[in-house]
């Protein structure tokens, strides 16, 4: 067994403090071992994780769910939020009474909190009996560090990396529906945000290693890809492409589904709406996080665009694209965010009619520049305007959802519906997720579905039949 080595595009000139260098069989020593891996937050973490999977697993250690029984617990973690942060704090609790009747268990800290110097810290001084912390740029170095014995914890973070990961490996979580890195860090420097902290510069993949490896997917059965950024628009600015050249060559591999997340509505081109609009296999699905509807609080957040200037793209995109389902990010109680600018994004929803929302309450993240602005609304103000903001938003997309009612969608089934075991469930082209009646052999195929019940959050279904491609 050997672990593959990986083509590190080197950016800027800056040497690379990565490698694999595994050239023996360790399957034997980690035989009977077990790992634990958890992950919070987004996508792009998810998908780390199948590659933090497949690292455990080439070797040799077995997935157990049960930390109890666990010899390597990984948290794969998540700052975007201060209850992200909490959540593993917690967590980290049960590991450490854990560690006291057993000293061969390892802790291993990565993801984003990693990145953050104030957290680092914080681990190093009151979590000691966490033993290896890795970042965000270097997940590649887990089997090095798993394979030494260290006296003491580890910190293994490289900052701002510059480095491109071609050929990756994952161990996926689905055989039906992937993950596909298009580029990574984030140069938009919203003024709320730690992402470009903690993922670093925008740095896009090579064209032609994203394309091979959707083609690679479709040829072992997979049905649909999500290609991922924190802002895909940007893609290729770095390396002379753009993202509707790149959506373009991905959609001619003919894979049955493709999906993007996530927009930035500052440059989104007129190109990608005609390229979504052109290609059958792109879904028509857009998460477009507008944050605000006031245009001094936009400002505020460094957003780059005017509530106006919104609206015309998602106007545009509605006109363009048949059928295209938009959803949204919202964050209430910005500093200074007042009644008057709350109503503005009230309206703003209003006008839209969103197919669904995140909402969120602004949380202050520490060496941002939102951090250090005042903020003198009290929680309870901002807890209310989320419950008002959640009520509309959860009115839209119920009514959205009733258009669906007793119509037949098509629907890519995934598994096991998780609320009711006889059923299984899918996504309809435009991301509704859907629990339909029907026999367990779909799961992987497109099918047609009739729609029973719309709820906000949910669709019922029963099978009608197979698509069948002429
Ligand atoms: N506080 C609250 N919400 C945030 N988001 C990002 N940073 C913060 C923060 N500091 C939200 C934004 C973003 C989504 C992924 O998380 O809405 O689009
Ligand atoms: Fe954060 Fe803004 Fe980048 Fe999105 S675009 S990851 S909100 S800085």
């Given amino acids: 067994m050997h672990l593959p080595d990986l083509e590190v595009a080197k950016k800027r000139g800056q040497s690379a403090n990565i490698y694999i260098d595994l050239k023996e069989d360790y399957t034997a020593k980690f035989k009977d071992k077990k790992y634990f891996l958890r992950t919070y937050g987004c996508q792009m973490n998810v998908h780390d994780s199948e590659a933090l999977r497949n690292y455990l697993e080439t070797l040799g250690f077995q997935n157990t769910e049960n930390l109890e029984e666990a010899n390597v617990i990984v948290l794969n973690t998540c700052a975007i939020r201060e209850n992200a942060k909490d959540k593993v704090i917690g967590f980290l609790g049960k590991c450490k009474y854990l560690k006291k009747n057993r000293d061969d268990v390892k802790i291993v800290l990565a993801g984003c909190m990693s990145e953050q110097p104030d957290v680092v810290k914080e681990i190093m001084t009151n979590h000691q009996y966490v033993d290896i912390i890795i970042g965000t740029h270097n997940i590649q170095d887990l089997p090095k560090l798993l394979l030494k014995e260290f006296s003491k914890q580890v910190v293994e973070v490289y900052s701002n990396s510059d480095e491109v990961i071609e050929n990756m490996h994952y161990k996926r979580d689905s055989k039906i529906s992937a993950w596909v890195n298009i580029m990574y860090g984030c140069d938009k420097f919203c003024t709320y ?5 903690t993922r670093g510069r925008e740095r896009s993949r090579k064209l032609e290693s994203i394309v091979n490896e959707v083609k690679e997917l479709k040829k072992q059965g997979y049905k649909e ?75 505020k957040m460094n957003r780059r665009y005017t ?11 509605k006109a363009k694209i048949p059928g295209v389902a938009i959803t949204t990010d919202i964050i209430v109680g910005f500093p200074g965010e007042t009644e008057a600018d709350f109503l503005e994004t009230l309206e703003v929803v209003k006008k839209c009619e969103y197919d669904g929302a995140y909402t969120f309450i602004f949380s202050k993240r520490e060496g941002t520049p939102a951090a250090k602005m005042p903020d003198d609304t009290p929680l309870s103000v901002k807890e209310e305007r989320l419950q008002r903001l959640n009520e509309l938003v959860n009115f ?27 059923k299984v469930f899918g996504y309809t082209d435009t991301m509704k997720l859907v629990n339909v009646d029907g026999p367990k052999s779909i799961i992987g195929k497109i099918v047609k579905v009739k729609i029973t019940e719309a709820k906000s959050f949910s669709l019922d279904g029963e099978y009608v039949e197979d698509i069948v491609n002429v």
């Avoid at 945000?193 to 902290?197: D, K, L, R, S």
């Avoid at 753009?242 to 997340?261: D, G, M, P, Q, Y």
């Avoid at 200037?309 to 995109?317: A, D, N, Q, T, V």
């Avoid at 839209?396 to 006889?422: A, F, H, P, T």
């Fill in 307 to 317: 509530k106006e200037e919104y609206l015309e793209l998602f106007r545009k995109m």
């Fill in 225 to 299: 890809v999500t290609l991922l950024g924190q802002n895909v628009n940007a893609y290729g600015k770095d390396i002379n492409e753009t993202f509707s050249h790149l959506l373009e060559c991905v959609a001619k591999t003919n894979i049955e589904r493709i999906r993007f997340v996530t927009s930035h509505p500052w440059n989104f081109t007129d190109e990608m709406i005609e390229v979504i609009a052109k290609y059958k296999n792109i879904m028509p699905y857009i998460h477009l996080p507008i944050q605000s509807g006031s245009n001094k609080i936009l400002k």
């Fill in 193 to 197: 945000c730690i992402v470009p902290y």
């Fill in 396 to 422: 839209y997309s119920n009514k959205n959802n009733q258009k669906l009612l007793n119509r037949e969608v098509e629907v890519l089934i995934l598994g096991d519906s998780e609320k009711d075991s006889k």
